[in-house]
């Protein structure tokens, strides 16, 4: 009994440090990662559904990690944005997707706005706006097929100068999308003020459509509110042809989830969605 208490504390002692450490490990292997190539971008495809064709893509960060294997944002963006790198990482991002999309509209194939994530932190760095410009002169890729993505968040939402950047971004030319929202903080109000393109219908919606009916009048007053508004709505998170069918009731057309397509490492989003059109 007294080897077991020894042991669990010794276990419960060692989680506790891993726990502090690993962060710090995780961190450091990042910045490493940067400059290793092991940061790699999939490309999930957006679809008509009405046409049953591709229109667009969100480009999502992995890490192949050499030990580890393939670990997902979610487990190192909020590690790069404790310790600073998210702005590195963000920036790396958006010019490889804006390279990758030139290097497939130079191919020939037909052109598609992506779209990329940014974090609360990155969409307030002073300097975010000539940031965008720069990658763009990078990479030679006309500004409308760039598409960004913002979280709805109390962060983004309440910042005094929230409204001016959002519509020096879309000076530049570049499209902006509200991510995830019903999930956070924006009241429905703010759809009016934010000058916003896209609303992207946060996957809880699409898995309560099926459930019940309150759920699916919610979503329905959304994309209605939206359609007053002139503001594009595309559901993530879509799985099923009920749920695409429910959509296009509503008149939500624009789809992105699993029914359709998972990310794909670019040279397979290249091979199944470009090649053949
Ligand atoms: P998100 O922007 O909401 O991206 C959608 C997530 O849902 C992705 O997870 C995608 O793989 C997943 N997904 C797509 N379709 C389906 C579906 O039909 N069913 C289900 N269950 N899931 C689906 P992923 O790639 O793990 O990304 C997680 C989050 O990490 C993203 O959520 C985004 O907030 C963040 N993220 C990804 N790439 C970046 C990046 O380059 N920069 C920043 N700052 N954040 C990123
Ligand atoms: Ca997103
Ligand atoms: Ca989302």
Redesign the pocket.
């Known amino acids: 009994m007294a080897e077991r208490n020894i042991f669990t504390l010794r276990l419960e002692d060692m989680k506790r440090r891993v726990s502090k450490v690993y962060p710090r490990v995780m961190a450091k292997e990042l910045k490493r990662a940067i400059k290793t190539n092991e940061l790699a971008?999939?490309y999930?495809p957006k679809v008509d559904t009405v046409t049953g064709k591709v229109v667009g893509a969100?480009?999502?960060?992995?890490w192949r990690h050499p030990n580890r294997g393939l670990i997902?944002?979610?487990q190192f963006?909020p590690v790069a944005e404790k310790a600073g790198i998210?702005i590195e990482?963000?920036k790396w991002?958006m010019l490889e997707v804006c390279r990758q999309n030139k290097s497939w509209q130079d191919k020939g194939y037909s052109k598609y706005r992506i779209s990329?994530?940014?974090?609360a932190l990155?969409f307030h760095q002073s300097n975010l706006v000539e940031e965008i410009k720069q990658v763009l002169k990078k990479s030679g890729l006309e500004a409308k097929y760039l598409e960004i993505?913002l979280?709805e968040s109390k962060a983004v939402i309440e910042e005094d100068q929230t409204i001016d950047k959002m519509k020096e971004i879309k000076a530049l030319g570049v499209k902006l999308a509200l991510?995830?929202f019903g999930t956070g903080y924006s009241a429905l109000g703010y759809l009016k003020v934010l000058p916003i393109d896209i609303l992207?219908l946060?996957?809880s919606f699409i898995t309560e459509l099926e459930k019940d009916t309150i759920g699916r009048d919610i979503t329905a007053s959304i994309i209605r509110l939206a359609d007053i508004l002139d503001i594009g709505v595309i559901a993530?998170?879509?799985?099923t042809r009920a749920q695409i069918d429910l959509l296009a009731a509503m008149g939500c057309h624009i789809v992105?989830?699993?029914?359709y397509g998972?990310?794909l490492p670019a040279h397979c989003f290249e091979e199944l969605y470009l090649k053949e059109l």
Request: hydrophobic residues 35%.
């Open positions: 971008v999939y999930q969100e480009a999502l960060i992995r997902m944002p979610d963006i998210i990482i963000g991002m990329v994530n940014i974090s990155e993505e979280t991510d995830d992207k946060d996957k993530e998170g879509v799985e992105q989830g699993y029914y998972i990310p």
